[in-house]
């Protein structure tokens, strides 16, 4: 480690501290060439005037559904003039009038009216400067699963989609993401729009820690001086990351644990910061975990939480407990326990000789799971 006994003020290890925000877009999306290409494949009739086919982006978080859209939108925005891409994160423009303020910024060129416009004047608005301009509109719905409440989901997209089927050369298409672990289109929505949305899956796994370091390098290439990170410590980073699931996590543990280093005027990251910071990041994951899991993986999940301490749970013991509250299966009850070993959130081992039996530990105590449903 190269000691820097006087750090000054006005220096800094960071080379450009964005780099490691999570909106920030990097220049290049890796490991996730597949995932653009069907993406593009779907968004190509726009470019010569059709309507791009609709597409749903499926992963759970931090797996880059939204980096990996958000990129080919600024490359359709910058290369083309007739598809005219329009982003809407639905976490912060979650009203019918809120999503569609947004898409008629971008085609109108100008805010609506502030009072007093419905939803459905705007998307009228909407559809006539898509008429008159003579161009293509590719709506992404970045994590869609936040206009599922109060039926938005259905009158946005009913709206949006019913454009195309009023005039048909109003052409729009339709990205949506979702880390939504169960979420059933044909269920959710209704049966005319989910069959008018016809969209197909884009799926986005789990990133593996080769995919992660090499997406945590460059990020460090770009983030902070040559030196500042040690190899050694990156493998430390990736291996948090991987347990943790989501590429956040890493990302928020640089950044800590740079501040950390600056902080105690060294000039490069030991291995104690990164511990010292993983104790917040890894909350980020249950966080984002937490807001999308369905209610009986939720409920599981408080269970396993409230039954730590003591000697390890089998899923025998825990399906016994379960039922003493809800009438369940031991199939379905067993889909929910894989589904949350699937996304980290804990550790299931399985006992080869008796067949389905499996230990279960929680990966986090049921207070950090208060703490972060608050
Ligand atoms: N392939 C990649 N290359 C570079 N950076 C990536 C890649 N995938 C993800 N990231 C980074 O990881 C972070 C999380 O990614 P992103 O927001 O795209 O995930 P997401 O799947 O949309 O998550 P959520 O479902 O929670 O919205 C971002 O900061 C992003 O820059």
Known sequence: MIQSPFLLADQTLFKNIDAFEFDYIPDQVIFREEQISELAFRVRPGVFGARPASAICRGPPGTGKTTTVKHLLAEIAESQKR????????????????????IYRRVVGHAPPRTGVAATVLADAIAASIIKQKIVVLVCLDDFQYLLSEDTANAVLYSLLRMYLNHSDCRVGVILTTSEMDLDVSRVLESGVASSLCADDISFP???????????????????????????????????????GDLRVGLDLLKRAVLMAERNARSSVVREDILLAYGDARLITLKKMIR????GERALL????????????????????????EEISYTT???RLKRLAEYGLVNLRIRQKKGRTSVITPRYEAEEIQAVSR
């Open 83 to 102: 598809l005219v891409p329009v982003y809407v994160n639905c976490q912060t423009d979650h009203t019918r009038y809120a999503v569609f303020s947004r």
């Open 206 to 244: 789990r990133y593996t820690p080769d995919e992660i370091r090499e997406i945590l390098r460059i990020r460090v290439r770009e983030a902070v001086w040559p030196g500042v990170i040690s190899s050694e410590v990156l493998d430390l980073i990736v291996w948090k990351t991987h347990k943790a």
């Open 292 to 295: 999308v899991l369905p209610p």
């Open 302 to 325: 408080d269970l396993i939480a409230d039954s730590g301490g003591g000697d390890p749970l089998t899923s025998g013991e825990l399906y016994n407990r379960l039922t003493d509250d």
């Open 333 to 335: 009850f067993y889909e």
